[in-house]
């Protein structure tokens, strides 16, 4: 039984739906708050990302508004850094923040930073991985054909990669925020440590997807075991 009530491999998912469940809570929480933080500089998150865009010989990576909150992110496959609606007007400690680590992911693009460049290469087959997956896990339930199952996992695996490779590039993506952030003086040394809390709730979110990811892996893994 792959769910239901006599799945005890449920047990892998709880603590990480959990831990997933807290870290959303940690970063949106976090967020609101030093949104609410103005930096004494005033910068926007529009002048910060542009500024230090420029300075970094990016000068052809375009700043865009973006739709939704909390959905900044940096395009590799069309050089776009988009920033939300609070990110990109906003002089709040979290907007600085949020838009010096996106420049972070620009940069590491231009610079062919490693693991980048890998999550790049893979992504196409985690995005495939994590959904196709599930189809043939189910077919190998259906049909009774443990072949199916591995080839569900072996292709979750992808997807679990993904995530996993998808933590040093965060955090080094943050670390190039705080040091761009103090050296071009965007905000003070007293400002330093809101701005680290405000990337490290954003990082624990990728923890927490890694995390959960692997402990579907293992219950899956666990599942295959007892058919076989």
Do not use: C
């Not at 002048?47 to 739709?67: C, F, S, T």
């Not at 599930?134 to 190998?140: H, K, L, P």
């Not at 925020?177 to 990082?203: C, P």
Request: hydrophobic share 45%; proline share 3%.
């Amino acid at each position: 039984m792959l769910y239901g009530l006599g799945d005890t491999t449920i047990v892998f998912l709880i603590p990480a739906i959990i831990f997933a469940l807290y870290a959303q809570s940690k970063v949106k929480s976090t967020f609101s708050k030093y949104l609410r933080v103005p930096t004494r500089k005033g910068y926007s998150g529009y002048d910060v990302a542009r500024n230090l865009l420029d300075q970094n010989g990016l000068k052809d990576v375009p700043v865009e508004m973006a739709k939704g909150y909390l959905s900044d992110h940096y395009d590799p496959r069309k050089r776009i850094l988009r920033l939300s609606r609070e990110v990109y007007y906003g002089n709040s400690v979290a907007s600085v923040s949020v838009a010096a680590h996106e420049v972070g992911h620009a940069i590491q693009h231009a610079r062919g930073y490693v693991p980048l460049t890998f999550r790049n290469a893979i992504y196409p087959v985690a995005s495939f991985g994590s959904s196709a997956a599930w189809i043939f896990v189910f077919g190998g339930f259906i049909f009774n054909t443990v072949g199916l199952i591995d080839l569900g996992i072996f292709l979750y695996t992808a997807a679990v990669l993904f995530q996993v490779v998808t933590l040093p590039v965060e955090f080094n993506a943050s670390s190039r925020a705080l040091r761009l952030l103090d050296s071009n003086g965007f905000i003070t040394s007293q400002e330093i440590g809101s701005s680290q809390k405000v990337l490290k709730a954003a990082a624990l979110t990728y923890v927490a997807a890694m995390a959960t990811a692997l402990a579907q892996l293992f219950r899956l893994i666990a599942i295959r075991n007892r058919r076989s």
